[in-house]
């Protein structure tokens, strides 16, 4: 046999839990086809791993990755972590299915969380179309969501309303039908847009056609009822509807709060429902400014809300909103906006805006929404990352970085340094578990869990996705204020037995055609 690549000297973790293990590693095409001893085995291609950990390639469950990879083949702020697979539109938001009244509203509603625009938009419709927009044209691997709000718009449009029988069932085919395009089940975003108007009875009702598939629940709860409360709908609607339920981005901000999360999932909802979550190893989050906007402002569509931002009424709600909450706008971070004229707040405080404009919170938010088409991301900067900690121990947690990427916005770093961040100080400072647990977290919990089939597992016959990183230095080197740093410590990335990464540098593949392929989930 002549291998196309032998990596050898390398310490093998698995992703299985197995102990670590000196092998080498022999890959034919895109396969593992050997580990073992092959010292003496012909090779086109040696990397020498003395030093090196060897590790499946990691999966993102979580992310905002849906528009970057349409348009950057080697997309490093993921791919120089190790992540080789990334499961898409995530929260029930995305850029498909849609429909021709449909899709403008969602590309400019996406615009802060996902960076396309309108002129990106090529004719896709269904997720089988946009899925195969990214195979062979990127370095990762892609799965995906069915998002709840797409099935739901083009059923009943963007109105406060429960759906009638015919309009559910126009849900459920639109449902069905991305299940048989691969999707790994349904996921929601319940605080975002058209979602907040459904109610538990029609989630249930949506997700029991993805019972015969296995498919999952995944689900952005309603934090804003509270997270407790959030969880026990979920865990309701898995039961319900015969689904397993996998939560996003789950996390407390006090030791009581997290106690009884932890409480209730131990106690209750793992006996319930086949129950999982993600979330990043950092306590503050990042979602969009017109997150906070009253819900009514979406009742006709993202298209048509500037208009009602002018509404007394409306900046009035938004003014209570901001008060009830208790928002210190001073602990709020402008991550990104398009406009040249507002660069300058890019890094800077939600609370110097206000008071730079000389103008009440809720005019000023509004105004500065008006003024960049309604696309703010934001940056949360409160609270200690070891709150994350008990939930990164937890046998029910995956990663999942819901990392935002703007090459020129002061991004969360979680963008950057999730996957160092778990490898390195989660497992030698903070002491919260051994490799061999942080890279099951990273691979094969979640290739199990989102049916990501031949991957997850350094295994004889798996697909050839590997991370070669120093267990002794890996970390995340990313800040809040220089968020635009790679991990230090990853050496090497191969996606289907393609190297991506060597050295920790780009490798300049000079084709057209890409190792990333477009999976299809695989829990039958």
């Given at each position: ?40 085995s ?9 030093g ?23 997309f ?5 972590q190790?992540?080789?697979t990334?499961?898409l539109?995530?929260?029930g ?6 429909d ?45 969501h ?18 009638d ?14 299940m ?18 459904a ?21 952005h709860?309603?934090y804003?009822?509270?997270?407790l ?10 039961k ?11 996390k ?35 979602t ?7 819900y ?20 009035e ?5 901001i ?30 805006y ?25 940056v ?12 990164l ?17 002061a ?9 160092g ?12 578990f ?26 004889e ?31 090497h ?32």
């Amino acid at each position: 046999v002549v291998y196309d690549y032998i990596i050898d000297n390398g310490t093998i973790v698995d992703g299985n839990l197995t102990p670590k293990y000196r092998a080498d590693l022999g890959i034919k095409g895109s396969k593992i086809t050997d580990i073992g001893d092959l010292k003496t085995s012909q090779t086109k291609h040696r990397i020498d791993a003395k030093g090196l950990t060897l590790a499946p390639g990691f999966i993102d469950v979580h992310n905002h990755s849906d528009g970057w990879l349409r348009k950057t083949p080697n997309f490093l702020p993921k791919t120089s972590q190790g992540f080789t697979t990334e499961v898409l539109m995530a929260d029930g938001i995305s850029y498909a299915p849609v429909d021709n009244t449909t899709w403008r509203h969602w590309m400019y509603y996406m615009r802060a969380l996902n960076g396309l625009q309108q002129n990106d938009y090529d004719g896709w419709e269904s997720i089988e179309d946009y899925m195969n927009g990214l195979d062979g044209t990127t370095c990762q691997n892609t799965i995906t969501h069915f998002p709840y709000a797409h099935a739901r718009t083009m059923a009943m449009g963007w109105i406060r309303s429960v759906p009638d029988d015919v309009q559910m069932e126009e849900i459920q085919t639109s449902i069905i039908r991305g299940m048989e395009e691969g999707a790994v089940g349904v996921s929601t975003g319940l605080d975002y847009i058209s979602e907040c108007f459904a109610q538990t009875d029609e989630i249930i009702e949506a997700c029991k056609v993805i019972s015969p598939y296995n498919g999952l629940y995944v689900t952005h709860i309603r934090y804003k009822k509270g997270t407790l409360s959030g969880i026990k709908e979920a865990v309701e609607i898995g039961k319900r509807s015969n689904v397993s339920v996998h939560i996003s981005h789950l996390k407390g901000t006090s030791n009581q709060q997290i106690d009884e999360i932890l409480n209730y999932i131990d106690q209750v909802a793992i006996n319930e429902v086949n129950f999982s979550f993600d979330v990043y190893p950092y306590l503050p989050g990042s979602t969009m400014l017109n997150y906070m906007l009253p819900y009514e402002v979406w009742e006709e569509g993202p298209l048509c809300v500037l208009s009602k931002l002018n509404n007394p009424e409306i900046r009035e709600r938004f003014a209570r909103i901001i008060d009830r909450y208790e928002v210190n706008l001073d602990h709020i971070y402008i991550a990104w906006l398009p406009s040249v004229e507002n660069a300058q707040y890019i890094g800077r405080s939600l609370g110097d805006y206000v008071k730079e404009n000389g103008k009440e919170p809720a005019d000023a938010l509004s105004d500065l929404l008006i003024d960049e088409n309604l696309a703010v991301l934001l940056v949360f900067h409160h609270g200690d990352d070891e709150l994350v900690h008990p939930f990164l121990s937890h046998p029910s947690y995956m990663m999942g970085t819901d990392g935002i990427y703007f090459p020129n916005g002061a991004v969360h770093p979680r963008m950057y340094g999730s996957a160092g961040r778990l490898l390195g100080p989660c497992v030698r400072d903070h002491k919260l578990f051994n490799l061999e647990t942080a890279v099951h977290k990273l691979s094969g919990l979640p290739a199990q869990r989102f049916g990501i089939k031949d991957r997850g597992f350094i295994k004889e016959g798996y697909q050839a996705d590997i991370v070669a990183f120093d267990a002794r230095a890996v970390k995340d080197q990313a800040t809040y204020k220089n968020p635009h740093q790679f991990c230090f410590g990853i050496n090497h990335v191969l996606v289907n037995g393609t190297v991506i990464i060597k050295d920790g540098q780009e490798v300049d593949l000079k084709t057209e055609t890409y190792p990333g392929k477009a999976l299809r989930y695989n829990k039958k």
